[in-house]
């Protein structure tokens, strides 16, 4: 059964901590997956859903009870993982080099592997986009929410992404 967010945030704005732990409950999981998809570690994407969580609690006050919870709740979690980002952006290159030099090594590259490593060659902002419309099957409505784009340069986003996952793809494919 889906809360009423609107219900909850009212009651977290008040400083109900119990309530607090109830959205905490629900959301947990899910913004776990969300976050180890756009993070490809399980140290990483635990890291953003905390600051996530603690920043929902301490902005809880800005939250507008007449909108929609869950763009204003993916939207902190989408930037929280921006922000981790941008903060290992040299250590996330020299585990693409070292995967991408096990995979070749190996020579037993499966479709799966090729996905993740066609992933992993994409930026931070292509390779979000593209885990939040095909891996957590978001709209483009609910993504430039989050994101705080406008639709149309979502799509645009989405497009180039695509064309350049496959153009990755097929280079990966043909250097085997």
């Known amino acids: 059964m889906k809360p ?3 219900k909850w945030m009212k009651q977290i ?45 301490r ?4 939250f507008d009870l007449g909108q929609p919870f869950q763009p204003w709740f993916y939207r902190i979690l989408v930037n929280e993982a921006k922000r981790l980002f941008q903060q290992r952006a040299k250590d996330a290159v020299q585990m693409e080099t070292e995967k991408i030099e096990f ?11 090729l996905l993740d490593i066609a ?5 931070e902002n292509e390779r979000m986009i593209l885990v939040l419309k095909y891996i957590h099957s978001f709209t483009e409505k609910e993504i430039d929410t989050m994101l705080d784009l406008n639709v149309n340069t979502v799509k645009t ?20």
């Open 119 to 123: 992933l992993e060659k994409l930026n």
């Open 59 to 62: 902005h809880a006050h800005t």
């Open 13 to 57: 704005q008040r400083g109900d901590r119990r309530v607090f732990k109830q959205l905490f409950d629900y959301y947990s999981d899910y913004a776990h997956r969300l976050a180890f998809a756009l993070t490809k570690n399980t140290h990483d994407a635990s890291d953003v859903v905390q600051e996530t969580f603690i920043k929902v609690y």
């Open 4 to 6: 009423n967010e609107q």
């Open 157 to 176: 986003r989405l497009y180039r992404a695509r064309q350049k996952m496959k153009s990755i793809m097929e280079r990966i494919d043909l250097d085997e």
């Open 103 to 113: 995979f070749h090594q190996s020579q037993t590259i499966n479709s799966f592997d």
